[in-house]
């Protein structure tokens, strides 16, 4: 058996998380496989060892004879060029796509999970993406009510394990070029109930549209700005083990870190409507974004006050 789906890998220099998703991909077998890979960093004497290792830890652990396309980078672009660059890449040859991370391990169940929702939402120009990681069904969750479906319609575009078609792809703003207009006017408003969550993407924009190296925060602001939807699962199908001191973004730990998965029921069971689910993405917002981060709070609280004076 295989899996139809066409999968993009993304990795870099960590040979052992990159051993563990392909064993996780090789119980699913996916016959067409993108790797993308970022080169070593300039001055970094580890780097060119552990970018070989990784690659070889891919070729070895590729095992059931899939089709697999290569996009090495021979110097090291970052994460933000990196991955916008070898997703352009993938998305001119397929019209959609599983994406992985190295350190994102699925749950076998989130394979089906992605190939039906990515048929049934084909033509739906309203949905987005297809997410894996449902923080509020697992560890650090705040006991939210899902009720029998088995996901729901979020403004959020979590990236730890993701679906998404060519189609939304090419809506992406990589530089997040529209902020600048939208900055000073109540588009943010909009989109966010909270006046913390209002000032603290603020501030998220504010750093990717000065540069900031990461390419999810330009996606979520692209998926916002066209009034776009993402589907979270009910169950926690993906679990970000890359939490630690060689992460680039994730090295502080947090309750979300290797969150347990569990497998989606089958069949599915599908909402009655595709619309947004507010008091889900309300909940998200507090327990994974804003309230997750008391300090930065503290931070958002003292410029609300300010801006009151």
Known sequence: ????????????????????????????????????????RPGNDQDPALCRDTIGAVEAGTTWGCRTAW????????????????????????????VMEDDCIPDNSFFPYCAELLERYAED????????????AGRGGR??????????FSRYTLSWGWA??????????????????????????????DPLAILRWRAVFDNAHAGFD??????????????????HPTANVVSNIGFGPDAT???????????PTRPLTDPLRHPRDV??????????????FSGSRPELLAKVRQAIKARAR
Not at 125 to 136: A, N, Q
């Open 71 to 98: 996009n090495v980078a021979a110097v090291n672009l970052g994460c933000k060029r990196r991955i916008q660059t070898g997703l352009n890449w993938a998305f001119e040859q397929v019209e959609r796509a599983i």
């Open 164 to 193: 998404t078609w060519q189609r939304a792809w090419a809506m992406n703003d990589p530089d997040v070029e529209a902020w600048a207009a939208l900055r000073d006017t109540d588009w943010l408003a909009g989109v966010l109930r």
């Open 275 to 288: 619309e947004r689910n507010h008091a889900y993405d309300e909940a998200l917002e507090q327990a994974f």
């Open 125 to 136: 120009r309203r949905v987005y993406s297809i997410v894996g990681t449902s923080p509020l």
């Open 1 to 40: 058996m295989s899996f139809k789906v066409p999968v993009i890998v993304c990795v870099f220099n960590r040979p052992a998380l990159t051993k563990r998703l392909f064993a996780a991909l090789a119980e699913v077998c996916p016959n067409q496989l993108f790797v993308v890979a970022d080169g070593p």
């Open 214 to 231: 990461t390419w999810d925060y330009a996606w979520t602001f692209s998926c916002w700005k066209n009034n776009a939807l993402a589907i």
């Open 143 to 152: 006991g939210f009510d899902f009720g029998t479906r088995s996901y729901v």
């Open 249 to 259: 973004h994730t090295w502080a730990r947090t309750p979300f870190a290797e969150l």
